[in-house]
């Protein structure tokens, strides 16, 4: 077998002996670069030990390069992989350790390598699971107008909120500009609450009252969207399969009645 081939097999096939070792190994050093650039981030750890995690971060980068270099070789078509996911995810995780020379803080940029540690799914053969995640893609597809027009109506009404407080409690109360009262209005709206600004006015903690009131009442909007949507994304799954009696595979959605035979694609629940 020639050299690329060989290469291709245990770099890019996990069904192989070799193949599992490399990507088993592979996700070992990821998993490895994540914790040296997580304890490196301890201010203590790092006056200690910089240099020894700065030469070991730069040999795991030397790692990644090579590899990098491999699968651009060994792939049939490297600007195909270049510009897949993978390929981007692989970039990126050699790109911070080459910006460290310029700037020292981008080695921390390196935790983006967790992406890839989403090769353990085809590692591990869960490949299946992710397949549920297209359930929650068309959900997100499905309600992504509504959502819109809720994230404009909030918008609009945070803006309403926080040029009211504005005008109502000014910049002796902490309101010193309207974009002030509109970040005050996300912060009450959304029930987080920091304390940072309050009203002081009768007035203005009449509104502050109505705001939070608001707040409870839409935040729970987005969640029914999504949630609707995901249902219907789930029963048109199931409308997919087949029908019960002449097994039609394809149905229209929200279809009651197979197009094909009449029968009924869902028993009712006595």
């Known amino acids: 077998m020639p050299l690329r081939q060989r290469l291709y097999t245990i770099i890019f096939e996990s069904d192989t002996p070799a ?11 990821i998993l490895a670069s994540l914790v040296i650039v997580v304890i490196d981030s301890i201010e203590g750890v790092h006056q200690q030990y910089a240099d020894l995690f700065a030469n070991i971060e730069w040999g795991l980068t030397g790692i ?10 060994c792939s049939p078509r490297p600007l195909r992989y270049a510009f897949s996911f993978y390929g981007l995810v692989d970039l990126l995780a050699i790109v911070p350790g080459i910006l460290a020379i310029y700037y020292s ?11 890839r540690m989403l090769r353990i799914f085809r590692v591990l053969k869960l490949g299946p699971y992710l397949k549920q995640a297209n359930y929650l893609m068309a959900a997100l597809r499905g309600s992504k107008q509504k959502i819109i027009v809720f994230l404009m109506s909030v918008s609009t009404l945070v ?37 940072d600004i309050v009203p002081k006015t009768p007035l203005g903690q009449v509104i502050s009252s109505l705001v939070m009131i608001t707040g409870y009442s839409i935040i729970a909007v987005p969640t ?36 094909r035979c009449g029968n009924a694609l869902f028993r009712k629940i006595e």
């Open 224 to 259: 029914g969207i999504f949630t609707a949507e995901l249902a219907n994304a789930m029963r048109g799954e199931q409308l997919d399969h087949d029908c019960p009696v002449c097994r039609k595979n394809s149905h229209e959605h929200g279809a009651a009645f197979c197009s």
């Open 105 to 115: 803080d981008a080695q921390y940029l390196m935790i983006v390598r967790v992406i």
């Open 64 to 73: 990644f390069t090579v590899e990098y270099l491999l699968r651009l070789y």
């Open 19 to 29: 193949g599992r070792r490399f990507d088993t190994t592979l996700l070992w050093i």
């Open 159 to 195: 803006t309403v909120f926080g040029t009211l407080m504005y005008v109502v409690e000014g910049p002796e109360h902490g309101f010193t500009s309207i974009p002030m009262g509109i970040y005050w209005a996300i912060v009450t709206l959304t029930t987080v609450g920091f304390g």
